[in-house]
Antibody, heavy 116, light 106 residues
Framework: EVQLVESGGGLVQPGGSLRLSCEAS????????MSWLRQAPGKGLEWVAN????????YYVDSVKGRFSISKDNAKNSLYLQMNSLRVEDTAMYYC?????????WGQGTLVIVSS | EIVMTQSPATLSVSPGERATLSCRAS??????LAWYQQRRGQAPRLLIH???TRATGVPARFSGSASGTEFTLTISSLQSEDVAVYYC????????FGQGTKVEIK
């Protein structure tokens, strides 16, 4: 059974940093593209970033380029999202998901609140 | 960026009746179109990918279709557990979502 468990969310001040983690199990992580997505309170879904199987290629939505960095550690079956220079508009539930035809597997999410 | 536009914003349907949700893409998505269901307080659940292929475990009352850049999700006989927000997503060119359609019981 595929399982994705996010952690690392919390309350942070504008301009601060957070590192989100996603622990994966139940599938061959090293052969999988992975994504981070987010959902602001009461709003729709937004893809944030994704990363190739071996970590060699990374892609970001324009609004986070230069501030967020996605990475994966295939030895630890873990996906990360380093978030710097956080803004109030980054407040959202952050999900990790396995890339496929659509996103069949999602974590339960970790909540990031950016507020002073 | 490919813009996905969903309609209506809210759909009220009686139990057992058909629900039809629409999604329009601003350009071709080459059949790379998925539908998700998100119940209150839960993570999204993949219902349909590649326009019309049901994901594992999805009931047969959910079906997807397309005509050019217009996509449709049909729930043939609405059940109470289908109350949710439904999103379409294209994954042909980057990944973008529609704004969602809320389905409620009339």
């Amino acid at each position: 059974e595929v399982q994705l468990v996010e952690s690392g969310g919390g309350l942070v001040q504008p301009g601060g940093s957070l590192r989100l983690s996603c622990e994966a199990s139940g599938f061959t992580f090293r052969r999988s593209w992975m994504s981070w997505l987010r959902q602001a309170p009461g709003k729709g879904l937004e893809w944030v970033a994704n990363i190739k199987e071996d970590g060699s290629d990374k892609y970001y939505v324009d609004s986070v380029k230069g501030r967020f960095s996605i990475s994966k550690d295939n030895a630890k079956n873990s996906l990360y999202l380093q978030m710097n220079s956080l803004r109030v508009e980054d407040t959202a539930m952050y999900y990790c998901a396995k890339d496929s035809e659509g996103y069949e597997n999602w974590g339960q999410g970790t909540l990031v609140i950016v507020s002073s | 960026e490919i813009v996905m536009t969903q309609s209506p914003a809210t759909l009220s349907v009686s139990p057992g009746e058909r629900a039809t949700l629409s999604c329009r893409a601003s350009q071709s998505v080459n059949n790379k179109l998925a539908w998700y269901q998100q119940r209150r307080g839960q993570a999204p659940r993949l219902l349909i990918h590649t326009v019309s292929t049901r994901a594992t475990g999805v009931p047969a009352r959910f079906s997807g279709s397309a005509s050019g850049t217009e996509f449709t999700l049909t729930i043939s006989s609405l059940q109470s557990e289908d109350v949710a927000v439904y999103y379409c997503q294209q994954y042909y060119n980057w990944k973008t979502f529609g704004q969602g359609t809320k389905v409620e019981i009339k």
